[in-house]
């Protein structure tokens, strides 16, 4: 399992997250995620509530990509790990209470996300796995 450093946590913090998802055919699908969050340092978590497709992909194949991106900086990472549906236990409660105090309604599922790689998107030679 890789671990995020501080510089790419809190681009995680900052930025809008997109995450890559794809069926057990192959067809993929790509949704932000506003709730993406830095749940701990080998840990990313969401609640997901608006995505049929991102939901039923997650249910028959669980590989994901997330990326999080600075324009203006022009730096990013993307992480590739496997997600988890959630839609209770302790995990999912401690997500959804966050959600709650961020005055956003209470996910029907929360997702994690174990990382297991990390990519830099920086352009030029310095593209490449880091982590």
């Known amino acids: 399992m890789a671990k995020l450093t501080n510089e790419m946590k809190a681009l995680f913090e900052q930025q809008l997250a997109v995450i890559a998802t794809a069926s057990k055919d192959g067809t993929p699908n790509v949704g932000p995620k506003g709730s993406m969050y830095v749940f701990n340092d080998e840990t990313l978590a969401y609640s ?14 669980p590989k994901v990509a997330v990326m999080v991106a600075d324009r203006e900086k022009a730096d990013g990472y993307q992480v590739k790990g ?3 549906i959630c839609s209770s236990g302790d ?6 209470k966050r959600q709650e105090q961020r005055k956003r309604p209470r996910p029907q599922y ?9 990519y830099s998107v920086k352009p030029g030679m310095t593209a ?4």
């Not at 997901?48 to 194949?61: A, D, I, P, V, Y």
């Open 48 to 61: 997901e509530g608006t995505s049929e497709k991102t939901l039923r992909n997650l249910q028959e194949n």
């Open 82 to 84: 496997t997600a988890e």
């Open 91 to 96: 995990f999912f409660e401690q997500v959804a």
């Open 110 to 118: 929360v997702i994690k996300i174990r990382i297991g790689e990390v």
């Open 128 to 131: 490449k796995k880091i982590a």
